[in-house]
């Protein structure tokens, strides 16, 4: 999750899930680590201040954010064909774009907006 970054492949629930990590990146929180153990995604993070701490499971149609050891919050998407890339830019802003099947639309956090020159 570092500046310059770019993640493809990723299903919708997968970017809702990064999108909420940078959310927490820019409020404050530093990662502590982050790895992938089959198909699952573990981001740790602890806030610079106030030394709460959060464990984001993702996996490709759930995640589950907990802080300080009690569940946040729990998402479960249906399982869609569509894939999506993230990246990451110099100013730790974030942009996302559908990939396939018919990747018509460009995401921006925030705002909907049809490119098709996204492709």
């Known amino acids: ?3 310059g970054s ?3 492949g990723l299903t919708r629930c997968q970017v809702e899930a990064l ?3 940078f959310d927490f990146l820019r409020n404050g929180y530093v990662q502590i680590i982050d790895f992938c153990v089959e198909n699952q995604w573990i981001i740790k993070m602890r806030h610079a201040k106030n030394g709460n701490w959060m464990v984001i499971n993702i996996k490709p149609n759930e995640y ?3 802080k300080n050891g009690k569940c946040q919050k729990s998402v479960m998407l ?3 064909p569509e894939r999506y890339s ?3 830019n110099s100013d730790m802003s974030v942009g996302v774009v559908k990939t396939k099947p018919g ?3 460009k995401f921006i956090p925030g705002s909907l907006s049809t490119n ?3 492709r």
């Open 86 to 88: 993230l990246f990451v």
């Open 103 to 105: 990747a018509a639309f």
């Open 19 to 21: 999108l909420e990590c």
């Open 64 to 66: 589950r954010i907990n």
């Open 1 to 3: 999750m570092e500046r």
């Open 78 to 80: 249906r399982e869609s």
């Open 116 to 118: 098709k020159d996204a």
């Open 6 to 8: 770019e993640f493809t």
